[in-house]
């Protein structure tokens, strides 16, 4: 069994920064994708960013693309997400989620099999 535990949310004001991380442990392993993925109230889950076991293998929603940066650890067991610039536009519930070994990366929610509980994430004066 996988569990993810996100960390690092909290209130920032407009443009200010925060990172996030996920902590996994079970059966994961460094190939394996990790994504992100935020939920506002009254909207749907939304694709932030994905990584493989080389953040050379990376890709970004459109919304956060410059703004964020994903990344993760040698042991593929801890993923980060370094949020810049934020705005009320990224307040949200941010997930991590473990997904499968792929050659491509992975941007349909669908696709990964374990997720975390969530770590709020508000933007505001």
């Known amino acids: 069994q996988v569990r993810l535990v996100e960390s690092g949310g909290g209130l920032v004001p407009p443009g200010g920064s925060l990172r996030l991380s996920c902590a996994a442990s079970?059966?994961?392993?460094?190939?394996?994708?990790m994504g992100w993925f935020r939920q506002a109230p009254e909207k749907e889950r939304e694709f932030v960013a994905t990584t493989g076991w080389n953040t050379n293998m990376t890709y970004y929603s459109d919304s956060v693309k410059g703004r964020f940066m994903i990344s993760r650890d040698d042991a593929g067991n801890t993923v980060n997400l370094q949020m810049t610039s934020l705005g009320p536009e990224d307040t949200a519930v941010y997930y991590c989620a473990a997904g499968p070994i792929s050659t491509r990366p992975i941007r349909s929610a669908r696709a990964y099999d374990y997720w975390g509980q969530g770590t709020r994430v508000t933007v505001s004066s």
């Open positions: 079970g059966r994961i392993f460094r190939r394996n994708f």
